[in-house]
């Protein structure tokens, strides 16, 4: 064979690799998403089901429920400390198929739980249980993927790579938003509450199968395999690298958190309107999310991801709280209210493009899996985890309807300060 046939097939064995370990990588991450925003989205129905004895009331229900949605991600930086010194060890992908199986179990006996009516006080017990390995699951779950996308992908494309990371927790929230719609629209409120909440945990079964066979028939990353016998850096510096990622992301992890996902509790317990209305501005603003990832990515190997970051973080604290009360005014149109939500989303996007990347880019291949999956665990815990919490209980405390932008706008501008720091230069 001739040397550049040779290196031809080379180059398409290549990029068949990266095809797979793409895709590989971003299926699990998308079933994560698909399923968190499920329990977003029909946070009110199981609050009434798990966290309403007799003579309780709605608002005490919905806070326990964003209590045990909290729960499950401070059990993420457990889960990527440990399935994250484990891929950092015995390789990514073994350490991968056990998370997908992990979630996909948990998520899928969600949807087969008995209800407080049923089993009393165990109903909310059994239910934070499975949130739990839900948690430690998807704190495991990021680090892999992220570290074989970007390990995998191509010269000069770790970013448009590692954007498929994000892309995929917008499609698996719009999916999760387009499932309970559909539901919300075929079945009658009765049947929703009584059974029909169950169907969109239940589906989690098939699609969690076929993420594992891709799983399956994924190799490991050729940058594990050059450096799995290589020292290991200071602990105190991978600690620094964790602590810097977490708050170049705070930012990306509270308002997308509060714009995608606890937008429809907030839309149905504060401004008083319907599921329907509540979904259709969540729809809305993860395309928004969609819309800007991938470019975003994309652009952030070319001029670098400080400036496409930095963008998304100074736009979100300047326009949270206009964008908020264009929702709040009785006198806004419907399509200026869906424009608003678009462009929350939309902002979002511009960080969570370049955000895989540029954790990737923070810690060598030796503690890669642990460093990154616990950066944006922690961050993730905090102002992800707690933003529904946070929101729906500071609201019950103070009466003000303004506390997501707030809140949104607060973390984004900690993290224009930490993306500062950033170099400018792009990623190899």
């Not at 599921?275 to 819309?291: I, K």
Request: positive net charge; charged residues 15%; contains cysteine.
């Amino acid at each position: 064979m001739s040397a550049p046939a040779h290196d031809s097939d080379l180059r398409a064995a290549r990029s068949a690799h990266s095809r797979r370990a793409l895709f590989a990588g971003s299926v699990g991450n998308f079933i994560e998403w698909y399923e968190f925003g499920v329990y977003g989205y029909f946070a009110t129905i199981i609050a009434a089901r798990f966290f309403t004895p007799e003579g309780g009331s709605e608002v005490e229900a919905l806070v326990k429920t964003y209590a045990s949605f909290a729960l499950a991600f401070f059990f993420r930086p457990v889960g990527a400390a440990l399935f994250g010194r484990l891929g950092d060890r015995v390789g990514r992908r073994p350490v991968l198929i056990l998370v997908i199986a992990l979630m996909t179990a948990a998520t899928t006996l969600i949807g087969v739980l008995p209800t407080y009516a049923a089993v009393g006080a165990l109903a909310p017990w059994l239910l934070t249980f499975l949130r739990v390995l839900q948690g430690l699951s998807a704190g495991g779950e990021f680090g892999g993927a992220v570290s074989v996308m970007t390990e995998f992908s191509p010269p000069g494309r770790r970013g448009l790579y590692g954007s498929w990371q994000s892309f995929t927790v917008a499609l698996g929230l719009l999916a999760g938003a387009g499932v309970a719609a559909l539901l919300a629209t075929v079945l009658t409120s009765r049947e929703l509450e009584d059974w029909g909440w169950r169907l969109p945990f239940l589906l989690t079964l098939p699609l969690g199968l076929g993420a594992l066979r891709l799983r399956l028939r994924l190799d490991e990353t050729p940058s594990f395999e050059r450096e799995r016998q290589r020292e290991r850096p200071p602990g105190s510096q991978v600690a620094r690298a964790i602590a810097l990622g977490a708050g170049r992301i705070m930012g990306w992890a509270a308002a997308g958190y509060t714009f995608l996902v606890v937008l429809p509790s907030y839309l149905q317990s504060t401004l008083n309107a319907t599921f329907q209305q509540a979904l259709l501005a969540t729809v809305l603003a993860n395309l928004g999310f969609a819309a800007t990832i991938v470019p975003a990515g994309w652009l952030s190997d070319r001029i670098g991801r400080r400036p496409v970051m930095l963008t998304g973080a100074v736009l979100v604290t300047v326009l949270a709280i206009p964008l908020l009360n264009l929702l709040q005014h009785s006198g806004t149109s419907n399509a200026v209210k869906g424009v608003a939500v678009f462009v929350a989303g939309a902002v979002v996007g511009l960080m969570a493009g370049p955000g895989p990347a540029m954790l990737s880019e923070m810690f060598p291949t030796s503690v890669r899996y642990t460093g990154l999956g616990l950066a944006y665990a922690l961050s993730n815990a905090v102002f992800s985890g707690c933003a529904g919490l946070i929101i729906t209980e500071t609201i019950k405390r103070t009466g003000s309807v303004d506390i997501p932008a707030y809140y949104a706008a607060a973390t984004c501008a900690v993290s224009v300060l930490a993306l500062a720091t950033l170099r400018t230069g792009k990623g190899s």
